[in-house]
């Protein structure tokens, strides 16, 4: 079966992502790919050190890996472009996950300025991929801007605590023809099987993956857990009852 | 009122269960991951006698401003080390360190530092704003001691002198858009336990009212300086880690920054507990990371004379990643401008 995801024209089979930061150190990184098969994984900007070739999270990333830089430490719309017009400079593609947070409590985005950077970034040829709070308007206008994904939160970033905003997303999955990726909050594998078998497109978690005890193997985890969450939404989840239901019914010789 | 009883006499008694917390929630929002800066001094003129520094203004010593060319020959060795964010301090002179020439200095030292932080004098909001403009991202200022009246006592002259104008500093360096803003009372001028609990409200306050600030503290215990001012209050390791814990606990997404005040065994002790910064490769000296400029005089002794291999050993070798960049200008050369 051809199942693949297509953003900014490119083919993805492994539709878990995963991130850079929190490792205990970046020489896992492209451990975590291999064995993982990786094929997206978001890079911070501000991680990014040009000047040191052994600092340099650039060179742990597999070459064929699909670079999502993302704009990190973006406080409002202007220095979110301004991070992703930096970040394609300094030679990391033209996909860009869109992270504007404000707020250091919560770490929640600013869908506000993010609608407003997408609007910019897409003008500019950007592979746009918004991280937000599933909010249905705001993903229609991202829709409109003509961004590539919209990545809502599960629950607050780096929180490990699952689908809490799981009726908001199959809004989202409902009515935005774009792909939806889950993004942040999600913390052991089922949760992110859970979010595929919703229909959500992919999803994207970092915190899980590098504060375990092996991210190697909770990467794999991950992997595995996304592709049967996915080969269960194309099959057709059964429907839920309450009650049983025979598989012999009493009145079945009336069909 | 949490936050009181975890620094309660009682609560140190339950040292280990806050640990066990305060490890898991610091893993959970930051990773096994240190972020690693060292200090830069820039000049040692001061108009200021606080009784427990040795640059105050009643002692001899030698005093030094760093040229720009010297503010460049510090700059390049310490970036040689690996070091990305360096922190700028200056004594309390209007005449010898104005804000100009700090202006001055943040533009060499951009070519070099991807985050320039500073722990100078109080300054208005126009200034702080006027320095974010050059460059500066960060903002360090410590309280010294909240108490009102050992305040008064513990500065006899001097500028410094207005408790108000610097107690309200962190509050303008958000106003003027800081990305950081680190503060902290020095541990050993008054009872401990009530210079954290305003600490840590000071700091709540904070980060509640500014939030796209990143609001952090310090705890530097007090160390021996020419004067030989003996603190009135000892600050014991235990306690040291009781309050480490207590605001670990009490803000758990807030940044904690650990100096070299502390010897390097402690100091590997406490990245567990719920440091997030640490100060590398350091002198307290003006022009001290360059032999030939140095004045001989640190502001304090340091307890910690690691180089910067070595903390970043140290931290690899406890599966701890030693984070060297954690910003990126917007602006300028380095920032990859000219590659627009």
């Known amino acids: 079966m051809n199942d693949k995801l297509i953003i900014g024209g490119k083919e993805i089979t492994n539709r878990f992502f995963t991130g850079t930061g929190k490792h205990p150190n970046n020489a896992i990184i492209p451990q975590i790919v291999e064995e993982a098969k990786i094929e997206v994984i978001t890079v911070a900007l501000r991680r990014v050190d040009l000047t040191s070739p052994q600092e340099n999270i650039l060179n742990y990333i597999p070459k064929d890996c699909i670079l999502l830089p993302n704009t990190s430490g973006a406080r409002n719309a202007e220095e979110a472009v301004r991070i992703a017009k930096l970040a394609r400079a300094c030679g990391c593609g033209n996909w860009v996950k869109i992270e504007v947070i404000s707020d250091n409590k919560y770490l929640l985005p600013d869908n506000y300025e993010t609608v407003k950077a997408a609007e910019i970034l897409v003008k500019e040829g950007f592979v746009v991929l918004p991280y937000v709070s599933p909010d249905l308007m705001v993903a229609k206008a991202l829709e409109d801007a003509g961004a590539a994904a919209v990545m809502p939160l599960g629950a607050p970033i780096g929180t490990n605590r699952g689908l809490q905003t799981k009726e908001l997303i199959r809004i989202l999955i409902d009515e935005i023809k774009l792909p939806i990726i889950v993004d942040a909050g999600i913390g052991r594998p089922s949760e992110a099987a859970e979010a595929m078998e919703m229909g959500a497109a992919a999803v994207l978690a970092n915190t899980a993956v590098a504060t375990a005890r092996d991210p190697v193997a909770m990467a794999k985890a991950f992997s595995m857990a996304v592709e049967a969450g996915r080969k269960a939404y194309m099959a057709g989840l059964g429907p839920v009852r309450k009650e049983a239901e025979a598989s012999s019914p009493l009145t079945g010789f009336l069909d | ?340």
């Open chain 2, 1 to 340: 009122m949490d936050f009181l009883t975890l620094l309660s006499p009682q609560a140190a008694n339950y040292l280990e269960a806050m640990a066990q917390k305060a490890h898991r929630l610091t893993v959970q929002h930051f990773g096994r991951t240190v972020l690693l800066f060292t200090p830069m001094y820039l000049s040692n003129y001061c108009g200021n006698q606080c009784v427990y520094c040795s640059f105050s203004s009643n002692h001899r010593l030698v005093r030094k401003k760093l040229t720009l060319d010297e503010v460049e020959e510090e700059a390049k060795s310490i970036a040689a080390t690996g070091l990305r964010h360096i922190l700028i301090l200056t004594g309390e002179s209007q005449k010898h360190s104005p804000v100009s020439y700090i202006e001055d200095c943040v533009k060499v030292l951009k070519k070099y530092f991807d985050s320039i932080s500073i722990e100078i004098y109080p300054l208005t909001t126009e200034d702080y704003t006027r320095l974010v403009k050059a460059g500066v991202d960060g903002l360090t200022i410590y309280q010294e001691v909240y108490n009102e009246e050992t305040y008064d006592q513990l500065h006899p002259r001097g500028p410094k002198k207005n408790y108000r104008f610097r107690l309200d500093a962190p509050e303008r360096g958000c106003r003027a858009k800081m990305r950081g803003v680190n503060i902290g009372a020095l541990l050993g001028l008054e009872d401990y336990r009530k210079e954290a609990f305003f600490t840590g409200l000071h700091a709540s306050y904070l980060q509640n009212k500014y939030m796209d600030t990143e609001i952090s503290v310090s705890i530097p215990r007090i160390r021996p300086n020419i004067g030989g001012f003996t603190p009135k209050f000892s600050v014991p390791d235990r306690s040291l880690v009781q309050i480490i814990l207590a605001f670990r606990l009490f803000m758990p997404r807030m940044g904690i920054t650990l100096s070299t005040r502390e010897r390097a065994e402690l100091r590997n002790n406490l990245v567990r507990l719920g440091i997030t910064k640490m100060s590398a490769g350091v002198s307290t000296e003006v022009g001290g990371h360059t032999i030939k400029n140095s004045t001989g005089t640190g502001q304090f002794e340091i307890s910690d004379n690691r180089s910067v291999a070595e903390i970043k050993e140290m931290l690899l070798q406890m599966g701890y990643q030693p984070v060297f960049k954690d910003w990126h200008q917007l602006n300028g050369e380095r920032a990859g401008e000219q590659l627009l």
